[in-house]
């Protein structure tokens, strides 16, 4: 919807551009808009019918897990459906809306990089122990020294690029704040106390949290009205550099905020996709049970043989007895994940119907700034909890 040539194509659709003063810049987002409301209405549907699903005996189970042609077409026209919405207030009541939404999956987002890095920490200290101590070692240290070393030159071009000596003070007090709280966090997680608590906590976890909080302030800092302190990559590079980009002007629609936003989009899903976390914490969160719920269609496993025939016994999850997962959260996930795509796709821009244009706003550069703030919260609560909680135990 957003490639160059495509807002030819969208003005064809009728009243979807009618009045519209600046088209060409309003059309292909608006289209985004529309496309994610249908995938979010889709889901946030299927949320709805699944609540209280105990187990595959429920009828709406089958729903869930089949009528996939149905769905198909379910979805498609919801979507087709919204490109006929009357304009009004649509796109600016939409935009907070998947503001909000958006907000709410980074911090899924930051909850499971929390628990990659405790789970990466864990994996390779425990081969270190195992054997071969050294090399697993330089492999931890190298690592984070990587880490660090990629935040260190991350602030250093925050400073040259998204400061001005005689401006840009929201930049350079989002720069200080999140460096001196990143550098408090790692100092946290390797104090004595910390240790004895947690011996496996380190500076790989901090290192993680402290590139993904760099991340988050760049993104905050993209989003900042004023393009004195929010120079386009391709200003950054030296092309088109004798030109300052005046306040709402358009940029370009691979903006590589976007691009780099996507990609750990898609990279959390992955994640979240093919593990079921160690930390029961966690599965909570996803309202995951520790164990799925197995039938086997004939002797136990522990008192089956181990001959040949034994493949004949394979468990088969078939959820008759309970389901693994919420069938009603899944489907609310992927409604915050639809948000969150569309506020990526579209840079966080908010429409702005006086002039016709998309335009940052600050409650984007708030919504993200502030979500770097709780992901450092989240990750010194790791640290802490045991010594805070001290009747609970944390494995």
Known sequence: MLIPGMEEQLKKIPGFCDGQVNCDVLVGYKAVYRVCFGMAMFFLLFSLMMIKVKSSSDPRAAIHNGFW??????????????????????????????????????????????????????????????????????????????????????????????????????????????????????????????????????????????VYTMYLTWAAMTNEP?????????????????????????????????????????????????????????????????????IEDGLPRSEGSLDEGDDLHRAVDNERDGVTYSYSFFHFMLFLASLYIMMTLTNWYSPDPASASMTSKWPSVWVKISSSWIGIVLYVWTLVAPLVLTNREFD
């Not at 704040?177 to 910390?194: D, E, H, R, T």
């Not at 092309?239 to 709402?248: A, F, L, Q, R, V």
């Not at 992955?270 to 719920?293: F, G, H, P």
Request: charged content about 10%.
């Open 69 to 210: 042609f149905f769905k198909f077409i379910t979805a498609v026209a919801i979507t087709v459906g919204a490109f006929f919405i009357p304009e009004g207030p649509f796109t600016t009541v939409w935009f907070y809306v998947g503001m909000a939404g958006a907000f709410c999956f980074i911090l899924i987002q930051l909850v499971l990089l929390i628990d990659f890095a405790h789970s990466w920490n864990e994996s390779w200290v425990e081969k270190m122990e195992e054997g071969n101590s050294r090399c697993w070692y330089a492999a931890l240290l190298s690592a984070t020294a990587l880490n660090y070393l990629l935040s260190l030159v991350a602030i250093v071009l925050f400073y040259v690029y998204y400061t001005l000596p005689d401006g840009c003070s929201e930049n350079k007090a989002f720069i200080s704040v999140n460096m001196l709280l990143c550098i408090g966090a790692s100092v946290m997680s390797i104090l004595p106390k910390i240790q004895e608590s947690q011996p496996r906590s380190g500076l790989l976890q901090s290192s993680v949290i402290t």
């Open 226 to 294: 004023d393009r004195q302190c929010n120079p386009s990559l391709l200003n950054i590079i030296g092309y088109n550099s004798t030109s300052t980009p005046s306040k709402g002007q358009f940029v370009h629609w691979w903006d590589a905020q976007g691009i780099v936003g996507l990609i750990l989009f898609l990279m959390c899903v992955l994640y979240s996709s093919i593990r079921t976390s160690n930390n029961s914490q966690v599965n909570k969160l996803t309202l995951t049970s520790d164990e799925s719920t197995l």
